[in-house]
């Protein structure tokens, strides 16, 4: 039968494990497959390796189609663009744009990478007339002129 005593070792070398872990150099984030500002993102298409690649592709492609369908929902316009690239306009392409334009501002290189990409698309792509927001039709129409 175990005492009290005998089980503080264990629980000494669990703490000191968990304390191991917390002080610990971890990997940047880029190296461990995590994208969370533009940075990393800038980190992550810049590898030359197919597995990186593809994953900076589908990163790119997924905050896009993410954001055009909130859009989408926004404006209650369903085929409402969020950007206007024309029809020979590659996934290569827009990403390429997407990079130049971070690196063309190396203010946004702590921004969320999602919203950078989308900004991004928008501002290398812009559309001619974006449709406002249906909210934003009903204020300026509801609000009355002082006498």
């Not at 790119?60 to 316009?77: E, I, K, P």
């Not at 921004?111 to 007339?129: L, R, T």
Request: aromatic share 4%.
């Amino acid at each position: 039968m175990k005492t009290q005593n005998s089980t503080r070792p264990a629980w000494a070398i669990a703490i000191l494990a968990l304390a191991a872990l917390a002080v610990a150099p971890r990997p940047a984030a880029a190296e461990a497959g995590v994208v969370e500002t533009a940075s990393d993102l800038l980190s992550l298409c810049a590898d030359p390796s197919e597995d990186t690649r593809i994953a900076c592709k589908y990163f790119v492609l997924g905050a896009l189609q993410s954001a055009g369908v909130m859009h989408a929902a926004d404006t209650g316009q369903p085929r409402s663009e969020l950007y206007c690239a024309a029809d020979s306009v590659t996934n290569s392409d827009l990403i390429l744009a997407i990079r130049n334009l971070v690196t063309a501002h190396p203010e946004r290189l702590n921004f969320p990478a999602a919203s950078v990409v989308v900004g991004g698309a928008i501002e290398a792509y812009p559309c001619k007339h974006t449709p406002a927001h249906p909210s934003a039709a009903r204020r300026r129409t509801s609000v009355k002129p002082k006498p």
